[in-house]
């Protein structure tokens, strides 16, 4: 882990300015992806994982979004201060994406070969019978059996999964040495997520790329991350190894997300809702629904990440001299007394 | 619980949708979503029905409802058989028997404000006056964890799963003896489903529903469900009890879903069984058990020694050549990936060798087959392949490459109280086809 990393996100802040207010969807997120590794990154609904990852290569609509501040790192540059032009070479020839709704994703009147050819061509100067070859190898990469004859398929023709594939192919077009891919198994049903799960990893090892997975399903995360990222209201929560994640969770909110899966023993679902995007708590933002919350929580900014043994850090004050731990529920409000006493 | 009369009982329903072609509306085949499933539901009892989509779980969910009518089978509920329902009756049965939706933001009118909306359904039944109805709305509203002011609030106002939640009012006001759920909770948050979840148990307790959960989350249906049936493709290929069924799995296909779940148990990575392909058009099921197509246990004749992988690899392979994908010009592309489409010049035949090698690489033989008759069929159909001869291909694979599991529909296996599977590997008598057809041996 002495190399330098490919991606280093560096206080990073999206902001969408709207008719309500500014929307503060990322707000100072930072983490590395090494060459190599697979990167999730997970959280609810409206935690802005999504717009984390388009802001790496500025997929977001600028206006309304806006990266007010913070900077993403590739190979050493920044691409915030890159042209569109620069960012534009970026995307597709180093950076793939994989969105969630294969569906969308394709064109409905071309066969799946002009769309993937499209993609060579774009960035590559090949000839249109080389671009065909490739297409042809990249479908068989991905696993779709009968290439040859399948390359001149519409997208109609191919089944969700199948699908997928495609738009993995299209991603991989030009030798990316990352793909985003966010919420690429979603909309698929569970044995054909197994199937996509399973070609993840084997283009990981056989390809060496760097992979940001996004993802709600904690299921998913077991499955594939080598590291994980957890965000909540825009901050991130805990990052750390997946080892460290799911056998050590640190962070309050890691806690309960993993307690409520459903087909665990017990089913506790986490009080409250996601607070307001244009005007956040202090403090913590997760401390109107931790129970662990002290007043210390409720005041300032977000706590810093702490670092705690191995590869793991936390943003809680409970973690603050390094390693530590989360109080007894039931000293939490003599903390606060005690706390109170001192000042 | 299971001795008195059960409060549903499914027998024999079929749901076939039509495909027609032309003004004259002329019938070209049928989409058999749903083929004959029988299931049970007791008072107060959970039952989940999960497969894959377009397994045809919410058009049997619907059937039940009558919002379908069914083309074959009945529903008994309480005892009356609502395929025969008349109007009148079947406003009654409406009261008695609820469904709430995967998606609560489509399910509520955006302009009706949330007291509108729930007191719809008294309206329609003619039951009590307004302040009657208001006071019974709010009740219901604080019952769901909502406050009794958010009478006068619209859907917008709420969360996504305070509108499911607002849903589940709807569905209760009438005071329902059974609910029908469509995924409620999978356009949800985790954090949020677990609310619903509670809560749909809170009531059941309650109330002494009876629940029908659809949803496609094992996670979810083994957490809440007390029986639980498998589809795929129309039918239910296992019915058990949810402890029973998810430790004890019967049906090859049970097991593969069951192992697809993914589990935040580091340990399980990757170790899990794989179904190759997707499901089959279910307007053309494939013949005999309607999963032998994709199913990893898919049995080999007595004959063959075999792995069970090769198997596989070679019930693949015989399936694409039946739906006569392997023309001359499919393999030739194959051969001969870099030509130009346009100035292709497919010959008459094509050199066997190179085909049986292309063919061994596309279904993962390189290894060998293993057994010398298995192996040497394959070669022989490679040729015919390689001659254009795909009709002597077909009934060369159809004759010696047999399994029961294509040949014959699996009869229900009862497998112990309550819990029963369609599976030739689990029935008795069903021995793996033996080398019995001699009279369209090659040799």
Known sequence: MTEQPLLSIRDLKTHFHTDDGVVKAVDGVSFDVHRGETVCIVGESGSGKSVTSESITQLIPMPPGEIVEGSVYYDGNDITTMTEDGVRSLRGSQIGHVFQNPQGALNPVYTVGYQIREAILSHRDVSKAEARELAVELLEEVGIPEAPTRVDDYPHEFSGGMKQRVVIAIALACDPEMLIADEPTTALDVTIEAQILDLFRHLQQELDMSIIFITHDLGVVAEIADRVVVMYAGKVMETGSVEKIFENPAHPYTKALLECLPGQAGLEPIPGALPSVTDPPNGCRFHDRCPYAIDMCRTGEQPPLHDLPGDHAVSCIHYEDGDGDLPELEDVDRMDAAIGGAR | ?443
Request: with cysteine; glycine share 8%.
């Open chain 2, 1 to 443: 619980m299971s001795t008195g009369r059960p409060l549903l009982e499914v027998e024999n329903l079929k749901k076939h949708f039509p495909m027609t072609r032309g003004m004259m509306k002329e019938e070209i085949g049928r989409v058999r979503a749903v083929d004959g499933i029988d299931f049970t539901v007791h008072q107060g009892e959970t039952f989940g029905l999960v497969g894959e989509s377009g397994c045809g779980k919410s058009t049997a969910a619907r059937t039940i409802l009558r919002l379908e009518d069914p083309t074959a089978g009945s529903v008994y509920f309480d005892g009356d058989d609502i395929t025969e329902y008349d109007k009148a009756a079947l406003k009654r049965y409406r009261r008695n028997a609820q469904m709430i939706f995967q998606d609560p933001d489509s399910s509520f009118d955006p302009r009706m404000s949330v007291g509108e909306s729930l007191e719809e359904p008294l309206i329609v039944h003619g039951m009590g006056d307004r302040s009657l109805r208001r006071h019974l709305v709010k009740d219901l509203l604080e019952r769901v964890g909502l406050q009794a002011e958010d009478i006068n609030r619209y859907p917008h106002e709420f969360s996504g799963g305070q509108k499911q939640r607002i849903g589940l009012a709807r569905a209760l006001i009438l005071n329902p003896s059974m609910l029908v759920a469509d995924e409620p909770v999978s356009a949800l948050d985790v954090s949020v489903q677990a609310e619903i979840l509670n809560l749909l148990d809170e009531f059941q307790d309650a109330f002494g529903l009876s629940i029908i959960l659809i949803s496609h989350n094992l996670g979810v249906v083994r957490h809440i469900c007390d029986r639980v049936g498998v589809m795929y493709m129309g039918e239910l290929v296992e019915v058990g009890r949810t402890e029973e069924l998810f430790t004890d799995p019967k049906h090859p296909y049970t097991r593969s879903l069951i192992s697809a779940i993914p589990s935040t148990d580091l340990d399980d990575r990757s170790q899990r069984v794989r179904l190759s392909g997707s499901v089959p058009d279910p307007a053309d099921p494939p013949r005999g058990c309607r999963f032998h197509t994709r199913c990893p246990e898919v049995i080999p004749p007595d004959h063959y020694d075999l792995e069970q992988e090769t198997w596989r690899s070679l019930m693949d392979f015989k399936q694409r050549v039946e739906e006569r994908h392997l023309t001359i010009e499919q393999l030739y592309v194959m051969l001969y990936p870099d030509e130009d489409e346009e100035e292709m010049d497919v010959p008459e035949s094509l050199p066997q060798e190179e085909v049986t090698s292309v063919l061994s690489g596309e279904y993962g033989l390189e290894s060998g087959i293993g057994d010398r008759k298995a192996a040497e069929v394959f070669e022989a159909t490679s040729g015919h392949l390689a001659a254009g001869d795909l009709e002597t291909a077909i009934e060369l694979l159809e004759s010696e490459y047999r399994t029961v599991c294509q040949q014959e529909t699996p009869p229900v296996t009862d497998e112990g109280p309550d819990h029963r599977s369609a599976c030739h590997l689990r029935s008795e008598g069903a021995a793996p086809l033996s080398g019995e057809s001699e009279s369209v041996a090659t040799d």
